[in-house]
């Protein structure tokens, strides 16, 4: 029997999109399915209310390869990427801190707490630009095996162990606390003041059901360094338009390049025989065989629910069991009548122009995490904002804004359980706004429309199961080698053609795109399609 | 064979000592109390000491089997645990490691520095063989996760998880929740045998009675102000009264910082020394509770862990975590022979409303109320309480620690309690150290005293 797509790829998100550009312009025929009405999966655009844009989940560009950007022509096909050029922490007691990239502003800003703190602080962003540009290929590749007597696995196991060498023994072992750390211990080995270490803290715990002390976050700080080495390519920042211009720009370079793509396409099962996925059955019956099926989809969902769990190694259903989603957080998507002045920095200025943190101390994340602990959401929240319309005007009417804010912690597994999340939602947007109100007064009567989104709603709308953002918490036990599950975590799975591509396979979550590159990257090398 | 100089008369120093005159030094003990035992007077579990380091020190001792760690909430103790499938089940999964860990705490920890010989990876890598794929993939992944996690995944019910999570997380800063804190139950399961029959008192008085058949000269009640050096080299320490001792080497089994810091003065430190010690953790989370009663409590279970669930030890951190006050402290209970010494786990050394005559009082109010439920009450009322900030100044356990250093993955084997310090000696000739602050790390082993004076 003769196939008509070399592979079919489950889910039109965005690495599902980037792997479907990447085959297809190795010239394989591809099909794209997503069951929504629009693609991006979670990295979508959507005008929910008249006139205001939002980006309904994901809100940044965070370390969108540029080899991705590239190789698929990105900006040919509509991307642009605005930088992100401050993050702007307010207090409560109307004190503010502003960090960007204009060192001498930054030292001042600093100094205004500690001057100890502003003197170690480029001092700390050399360090960890040299841990960057370490790490920076262990995202860009795929992740060996480090049990494995296999040429290639030991090949790449020794260079690896060679650059860690070459780091030498300061760095090295700055390295190696950095990814077992607390996020917070970690800073406080450099810095003095709580005000700085809380929002630097808070990039540890984006999407984790763990708080700014728990040891393992500290790893992620280091996401921001790497993106100042990918350098001009920006990745970091806003796309024009929304998250959902990636995802937009990613769909026309595959098509471009000849991959077929179906919206209002669900898949409903993958069809496995004798251990060998065929292809698969969608919601509405429909059946498409392929050479390989690529799922875009979080792992435990891909295989428990599109695969069956009769289809599968008893050992690999125990492990997708034990794999922890555990979502955590929420987003609030407001549209404003006008702008919501800061009482600590009133104005348009450059503070509004990058992300902004809600983290005054980190004693608030931790209160904030132990009401998770306990299973409900935090009273006060860790929020991490950007004012899409500031930076692109046409995101929302003239004089009027979007405001998009990330909420955390919003944990899935409510004391009363998941389905009690409809009827909290409100009051879990209450909490935000008010919480919000604290630093920006007027902002209460300028809302003109309130999106909440819960962890339910998450996975209810964008098959992120349990809520997760990451497809899966990104904690040490989870990651590298064991991601999805040790002993599948370069993509293939124990089902033969089928393959995974999602932010649930190395490197993880965030648009990077970078799952989706390496899943494709393997499966030209192994011949598979 | 030179003159050594063992600062610290607690079960390391002691060992320490025992080490060096076996070896032909000429040593003197110096401790700042009045007696001899250091922490031997505020621990009480012998579970995890080493059999290899008793044998080593000679010591008379007899083994017992060790009393099994029971559990109990306001309603009464209960059953045990050790017979649950789950836990007989989760016990032999410990055991694929525990080879592993025990041979790794028997020995200095690798060197993974730069100047170390290649030759010093064939351990390791032999090791690693041994253990295999599966049990090196699994350690991986079992490593980072929270006990509670880890023991969900066996089914230990919740009530019984706090009964075995609460005494491991003593050297911690963590609680059933905190990534990691499965390691820190694994390495103590994997280090508990039999206990000594006895208890710590008779551990105690082994050691004590072992010094006094040596040469080693004693000094009680000497407090090192200073440890001297001359072109890099220890010369001996300057004592309290001012009197000099000589010496060739000088072993501190007081912790790493009270010892980098405190004693070494900072001219003498290596460039960048003084940071690298500092930021070692060292946050005490426990007050210790002790009491003489009549009558036994808990229906005379000698181990006990007063907690409902691993709820109530997580919350217990968070107290210690936000530096309140703890309103339900998890207990663990150690009752030998009508002593009780009780481990009162969420209380911080650096609690906000500082420690004070009334802040110990309210503690130790809220302590014996909660035992008062299991025995005669009456019993508790000449119950003493050493807050976090009494054992810093009575013992001189940095940030009232009680193993001079948290137990976590990047201060535990070659990372305690900094790579450069890992194999005892320090970057000062002649000085050693060889308190609880270093390897091995997850439980009291009585390993580091020895393995210190084998590295001189």
């Known amino acids: ?529 | 064979m030179g003159t050594a100089l063992v600062i610290g008369g607690g079960p390391n120093g002691i060992a320490c000592a025992l080490t060096l005159a076996e070896r032909g030094h000429a040593v003197t003990l110096v401790e700042a109390r009045s007696e001899l035992g250091g922490r031997t007077h505020v621990l009480a579990d012998t579970r995890t000491v080493q059999p290899w380091a008793v044998r080593s020190l000679g010591l008379p001792l007899e083994w017992s089997a060790s009393p099994e760690w029971i559990g109990a909430d306001d309603s009464g103790v209960r059953a045990s645990i050790e017979g649950l499938p789950s836990v007989v089940a989760w016990r032999k999964e410990v055991e694929r490691f525990g080879g592993l860990i025990r041979t790794l705490s028997a020995r200095a920890a690798p060197n993974i520095r730069s100047d170390a010989a290649w030759t010093s990876l064939v351990g390791p890598a032999v090791q690693a063989l041994k253990l295999g794929r599966a049990n090196g993939l699994e350690l991986a992944r079992v490593g980072p996760l929270c006990a509670e996690d880890w023991l969900d995944e066996w089914s230990v019910p919740r009530d019984a998880q706090a009964t075995l999570v609460a005494p491991a997380l003593t050297g911690t800063w963590m609680g059933p929740k905190s990534p990691t804190s499965a390691l820190a139950v694994l390495f103590y399961a994997a280090l508990s045998g039999r206990s000594i029959a006895g208890g710590m008192s008779a551990l105690h008085g082994a050691l004590i009675e072992r010094l006094e058949g040596t040469a080693v000269s004693v000094r009680k009640g000497a407090a090192v102000t200073r440890i001297d050096i001359a072109d890099g080299r220890v010369t001996g320490v300057t004592l309290a009264d001012g009197t000099n001792v000589m010496a060739d080497v000088v072993v501190s089994t007081v912790g790493p910082k009270a010892t980098l810091l405190g004693l070494v003065p900072p001219r003498d430190l290596p460039v960048g020394m003084d940071q690298t010690v500092q930021n070692i953790r060292t946050r005490g989370i426990i007050a210790v509770f002790r009491a003489t009663v009549t009558s036994p409590f808990f229906g005379g279970a000698e181990r006990v862990v007063l907690a409902e669930d691993t709820v109530a030890v997580e919350r217990a951190f968070d107290d210690a975590k936000h530096r309140r006050m703890p309103v339900r402290p998890t207990l663990v209970v150690h009752q030998d022979r009508g002593e009780l010494v009780v481990h009162v786990h969420g209380a911080a050394r650096d609690l906000d409303a500082g420690w004070s005559v009334d802040t110990a009082e309210a503690l130790r109010a809220t302590v014996v109320e909660a035992l008062a439920a299991h025995g005669d009450a009456g019993a508790l009322a000449s119950g003493t309480l050493l807050t976090p900030a009494d054992l810093e100044r009575e013992y001189g356990l940095e940030g009232g620690h009680l193993f001079h250093g948290e137990f976590a993955i990047d201060q535990f084997l070659s990372f305690r309690p900094h790579p450069s310090l890992t194999q005892y000696r320090t970057a000062i000739e002649g000085l050693v150290l060889g308190g609880a602050g270093m390897h091995p790390a997850g439980g009291f082993t009585l390993a580091q005293g020895i393995l210190a004076a084998q590295s001189v």
């Open chain 1, 1 to 529: 029997m003769t196939s008509k797509y070399d592979a079919i790829i489950v889910g039109g998100g965005h690495n599902g999109l980037v792997c479907a550009a990447y085959l297809a312009k190795a010239g394989r025929k591809v099909l794209v399915l997503e069951k929504r009405h629009i693609l991006g999966g979670a990295a979508c655009s959507e005008e929910v209310y008249p006139g205001f844009t939002y980006s309904v989940c994901s809100y940044v560009v965070s370390l969108l390869r540029p080899q991705i950007i590239r190789d698929l022509q990105l900006p040919r096909f509509g991307l642009h990427v605005l930088p992100l050029e401050s993050t702007f922490s307010p207090y409560p007691d109307g004190r503010s801190l502003m960090r960007s990239a204009d060192p001498a502003a930054t030292r001042r800003e600093i100094a205004s707490f500690s001057a100890r703190d502003a003197d170690v602080y480029p001092i700390f962003g050399k360090a960890m630009g040299q841990l960057a540009r370490f790490t920076k290929p262990v995202i860009d590749e795929r992740a060996p095996d480090p049990m494995s007597w296999r040429p290639r696995e030991l090949m790449q196991l020794l260079r690896m162990g060679k650059q860690f060498r070459d780091l030498g023994d300061d760095l090295g072992l700055l390295q190696y606390k950095l990814t077992t750390m607390s996020a917070v211990d970690f800073l406080a080995e450099w810095f003095e003041t709580d005000e700085l270490i809380a929002p630097m803290s808070c990039s540890g715990i984006i999407g984790t059901m763990l708080g700014v002390k728990s040891p393992g976050t500290a790893y992620v700080l280091l996401h921001h360094y790497m993106g100042e080495i990918d350098g001009s390519s920006r990745a970091w920042g806003f796309a024009r338009g929304g998250t959902g211009a990636i995802s937009m720009a990613i769909a026309r370079s595959a098509e471009h390049f000849g991959a077929e793509i179906r919206t209002n396409a669900g898949v409903a099962q993958i069809k496995v025989r004798s251990g060998a996925a065929q292809g698969v059955v969608l919601e509405d019956g429909t059946e498409l065989d392929a050479k390989v099926v690529i799922s875009g989809a979080e792992p435990r969902l891909t295989f428990l629910k599109l695969v069956g769990e009769s289809e599968l190694p008893t050992e690999f259903v125990t492990q997708l069991k034990r794999y922890k989603l555990r979502g955590s957080s929420g987003k609030v998507n407001l549209a404003l009548d006008r702008f919501p002045d800061f009482a600590s920095r009133p104005g348009i200025g450059m503070h509004v122009r990058g992300d902004i943190s809600i983290a005054p101390n980190t004693d608030y994340l931790e209160r904030a995490y132990d009401d998770a602990k306990y299973g409900d959401f935090s009273k006060r929240p860790f929020m991490n904002i950007v004012f899409p319309s500031v930076m692109d005007p046409d995101m929302a009417p003239e004089g009027k804004h979007v405001m998009s804010i990330f909420v955390q912690y919003a944990p899935y597994h409510l004391k009363e359980g998941p389905a009690h999340w409809p009827e909290k939602r409100e009051a879990f947007g209450d909490a935000v706004v008010d919480t919000l109100a604290e630093y920006c007064p007027t902002l209460k009567d300028s809302i003109l429309h309130r999106q909440v989104l819960t962890p339910w709603d998450l996975e209810q709308e964008f098959g992120l199961t349990e809520g997760n953002i990451f497809h899966g918490e990104l904690s040490l036990d989870q990651l590298l080698f064991q991601r999805p599950t040790s002993g599948w975590a370069q993509y293939k799975t124990p089902i033969r053609k089928l393959w995974l591509c999602g932010s649930g396979a190395h490197p993880g979550g965030g648009v990077m795109g970078a799952p989706g590159q390496l899943a494709a990257k393997e499966i030209l090398l192994g011949g598979a399609c």
